[in-house]
């Protein structure tokens, strides 16, 4: 603890040595308005446009059980895929949203561990939504399978006729990186629920009241809790960040580990991390946006966090177009025919350079507009920045995958894929589930993470009240 | 809960509210050093440093995630050693179906042995706190129920062997208490 004289010179470690940090939690804010803020989103009424945009959600993922009813009755033939590409729109949406369900892992254990406050306000959220977009994923690669009913043959028991799963196929280390991801957020995210759903239950009455404080598990926010609480969260944080770098690797590793020219490449685990940590930070931005405005929560997730998450867009933006730009130049400099075939193809002369253009304008020059302070500033241009990384980031999933397998060794099997409607209405459907499920989020469970939140602000500090003691007692003694 | 008709023996202990967190801070390190075992403070949010104003060591729950990870890695080997090389080795990929095979494995081993970490934190956690236990004499008190809004809490047991009935409540009148409730079982 500093002592009387060092103290002297900095009254509080935020006006330390002349630099004023920007408050994480703007005009004064008390712990009662932090309270009253967040849990007030759940227990009042909706606002209209709650219902505005549940309605089609419902309608969008009634859309996907149709789609998956009419697959399984009928056959994956209803899908446009043949050979040589079997990796179609289901591979590249399962791709898509695994990725944007990396961003909450990134921000709640990452972030964590090196010591970002400003994660406070966005972790629940993006934890939320990183389940939900993992369980959007799950979807694709179950029906892939064809028999959906054989779906069991991925756990690790043997099947009818006793043989084991293959544990040195890439695909079965998806399942289980997968699966682990699904369940270790779950528990992290359950975790950091706790102390809110103990303030839910102490403000509620009747059946919220009960059902809350069951799920609260009789939290007591005793520090003799507190203090194996914060050990916990500090360990799955931990054992969080390898694992949010390990699913993506592993994802990249269904492609890396084939022969096919255009996947076959060391790049690609780096490539495809710092891929989805962008799409993911660009789907956090496109929910959170929108949600700071309709309930007021500009105090709570401020232009600094907007301007942080920019600046983590454009920094994995830029290394994702480092990555496009080494893949070239790799196919070139390693004069491999196949390859260097695949990557002419990719930007030259084959039937899908429009999506390679797409891709690369969307994922690499777009973002390079939030070198500006002023871009970063300006929600509508974030907000529509972010929106073109959304799409973009899909494309670079159809860019890898099927354009890879259209044009594979054999010339007399090439062809053009393209997606049938029950691919384009199970895409839709997942994207009805995804903002379905997260509403429902928003409408029964605090969406800022109010303990965290209370956490960082100045007076929180149990400091504080002597640094402001000793600052007035020396503006007395100099007056 | 009434707390005019309370006897000694129906006596929990006593809910103290503080004003602010640094005030919590101090009265904390007060009642350490009186050397009290059975006491508390709740508060809204972990306030930084309170394990040592309340004199509590290093929490010992990595230990418990420890030996879930070894577990898991273990398990995951076992499982992986025994289908692929002992009980069916199956020749794929031409990866080798003995010792060698290794690297092969690494992806899942390292999955499971996160998976059972981070269930051996969940579950090592609940049981060092005690959770879940639903029914508590703290949520009797109406003081209490403020913790998790924006109330710094004490709470001193009259299980502690240095409680009195009177001398603790002048303690905490002396260390900065405002208002205090007297909580039963």
């Not at chain 1, 369900?101 to 972030?111: E, K, M, N, R, V």
């Not at chain 1, 891709?359 to 929106?387: G, K």
């Amino acid at each position: 603890m500093a002592d009387t004289n060092t103290a002297n010179t900095a009254v509080h470690p935020t006006e330390a040595e002349g630099v004023v940090r920007e408050p994480l939690v703007l005009n004064n804010r008390s712990l009662g308005w932090i309270t009253e803020r967040i849990c007030g989103i759940v227990e009042n009424r909706q606002p209209f446009i709650w219902w505005v945009l549940f309605v089609p959600s419902v309608l969008l993922f009634l859309c996907l059980v149709f789609s998956l009813v009419y697959l399984v009755s009928t056959g994956v033939g209803v899908w446009g895929m043949n050979h040589p590409v079997a990796w179609g729109w289901d591979i590249v949406n399962f791709v898509f949203w695994i990725g944007i369900g990396h961003a909450g892992t990134l921000i709640s254990a990452i972030l964590f561990l090196t010591r970002q406050k400003w994660r406070t306000s966005v972790n629940r959220a993006s934890e939320a939504m990183t389940l939900i977009a993992v369980m959007c994923a799950g979807i694709f690669p179950g029906f892939h399978v064809g028999r959906f009913w054989m779906v069991w043959f991925l756990a690790p028991v043997p099947n009818s006729n006793a043989i084991w799963q293959n544990f040195k196929s890439p695909l079965l280390w998806d399942v289980f990186a997968v699966s682990t991801y699904f369940i270790v957020s779950v528990i992290f995210w359950y975790i950091g629920l706790i102390p809110d759903l103990a303030t839910l239950r102490d403000r509620g009455k009747g059946i919220a009241k009960k059902l809350y404080g069951f799920f609260a598990l009789g939290w007591r926010g005793g520090n003799r809790q507190w203090h194996h609480y914060e050990m916990a969260y500090l360990i799955l944080a931990a054992l969080s960040t390898p694992l949010v770098l390990s699913v993506h690797s592993v994802v990249s590793f269904d492609f890396a580990t084939s022969v096919v020219p255009g996947w076959h490449t060391t790049i690609f685990p780096p490539y495809f991390v710092a891929g989805a940590i962008f799409g993911g930070f660009a789907m956090v931005l496109t929910l959170m946006l929108p949600i700071r405005k309709l309930y007021g929560l500009e105090d709570l997730i401020t232009g600094k966090h907007v301007d942080n998450m920019a600046k983590i867009i454009l920094l994995t933006g830029t290394i994702v177009g480092y990555a496009y730009i080494m893949e070239l130049f790799i196919s070139y400099y390693a004069a491999n025919k196949f390859e260097g075939d695949a990557f002419h193809m990719r930007i030259l002369s084959g039937p899908y350079t429009w999506a390679y253009y797409c891709m690369f304008f969307c994922n690499v020059i777009a973002p390079q507009v939030f070198w500006f302070h002023w871009a970063r500033h300006n929600l509508w241009m974030v907000f529509i920045i972010v929106n073109f990384v959304n799409f973009g980031m899909w494309f670079e999933r159809f860019v890898i995958i099927p354009t890879s397998l259209a044009r594979d060794f054999l010339p007399g099997q090439w062809g053009y894929y393209s997606a049938s409607w029950v691919e384009k209405l199970m895409f839709a459907g997942s994207f009805g589930m995804f903002f379905m499920l997260f509403l429902i989020f928003i409408r029964f469970l605090p969406i800022i993470a109010v303990s965290e939140v209370k956490g960082v602000l100045p007076e929180s500090d149990p400091h504080y009240h002597d640094w402001k003691r000793l600052r007035e007692k020396r503006r007395g003694a100099g007056k | 809960m009434s707390n005019t008709t309370s006897s000694s023996s129906e006596l929990f202990g006593y809910v103290a509210e503080f004003s602010s967190a640094t005030d919590l801070y101090h009265a904390a390190e007060k009642v350490r050093d009186a050397g009290f075992r059975r006491w508390d403070v709740h508060t809204p949010y972990p306030i930084h440093g309170m394990d040592h104003a309340m004199g509590l060591g290093k929490s010992w729950l990595s230990a418990i995630v420890l030996v879930g990870g070894i577990t898991g890695s273990s398990v995951a080997l076992f499982l992986q050693f025994f289908t692929q090389v002992s009980l069916y080795p199956t020749v794929v990929q031409d990866k080798p179906i003995n010792v060698f095979t290794l690297p092969a494995f690494f992806p899942v081993t390292f999955e499971l042995t996160i998976l059972l970490a981070a269930f051996a934190t969940l579950f090592g956690l609940l049981s060092i706190i005690m959770l879940p236990r639903w029914n508590h004499p703290l949520f009797n008190s109406s003081l209490f129920s403020k913790f998790s809004n924006d109330g710094f809490l004490m709470v001193i047991e009259s299980r502690d062997p240095k409680f009195k009935r009177e001398k603790t409540k002048e303690l905490l009148e002396e260390i900065g208490a405002g208002k205090i409730e007297e909580v039963n079982y």
